[in-house]
């Protein structure tokens, strides 16, 4: 996973994310060709949802327009929340 930084620093989330562990090997969350097959990311969907920091591993994911999954969502889920949110802001209405 990308560590993201601020002042040189890891955040501090990313130490205490479920898949830091040694036991979770990196490629369950990135698919091994694109497109992904259509079951591709269960498993680490399940590693995702036990995760105490998921929240803010989506926020850097959303903010980062990152690959595989990351807070639990595959790419097209967080694109479609992005444009979802988008929608409803206020300033889409202007």
Request: charged residues 20%; hydrophobic residues 35%.
């Amino acid at each position: 996973m990308t560590n993201y930084s601020i002042e040189g620093r890891a955040e501090y989330w990313q130490a205490q994310a479920a898949c830091a562990s040694s036991l979770v090997s990196p490629d369950l969350f990135f698919p091994p060709a694109w497109p992904a097959p259509r079951n591709w990311g269960q498993q680490a969907k399940a590693v995702c949802a036990r995760c105490p920091v998921a929240r803010q591993c989506l926020r850097a994911a959303l903010e980062h327009k990152e690959d595989g999954i990351w807070g639990g969502t595959r790419p097209h889920e967080r694109q479609a929340f992005t444009r979802v949110k988008k929608a409803k802001s206020p300033q889409s209405a202007t």
